[in-house]
């Protein structure tokens, strides 16, 4: 792990990349909240299938459903509106970089492994 622009101890595997390909920063937080949908597995591997599966097409909740290992997967994913604090910092952290319905790449949290679509 390097030091990089995301600071010490933060890899490419922390990364929130957008998958859309926009420029500049996430969508304004309102309210101090963010709304979320996410996919939580224990590996990189299948965390970076499914981010394949994903911008290849396939259907983010439904992908939710099957693999997550979160109880959000019953509601495909979905987290609804939380504040900073709420979540690890990794994950809000990624949230705040992402525009509306835009979907991050994996991002490492002690829980595992995250893939967060932004919906609010």
Known sequence: MGKGKYGKGYDKKNQASKSSGSKGGGAPIRGGKIKASHILVDKFSKAQELSEDI?????????????????????????????????????????TKLKIKEISQPVKSKFGYHIIKRTG
């Open 55 to 95: 911008q290849a097409g396939e259907n983010f909740e439904n992908l939710a459903r099957q693999f997550s290992t979160c109880s959000s997967k019953k509601k495909g994913g979905n987290l609804g509106e939380f504040a900073k604090g709420d979540m690890v910092a990794e994950f809000w952290n990624a949230c």
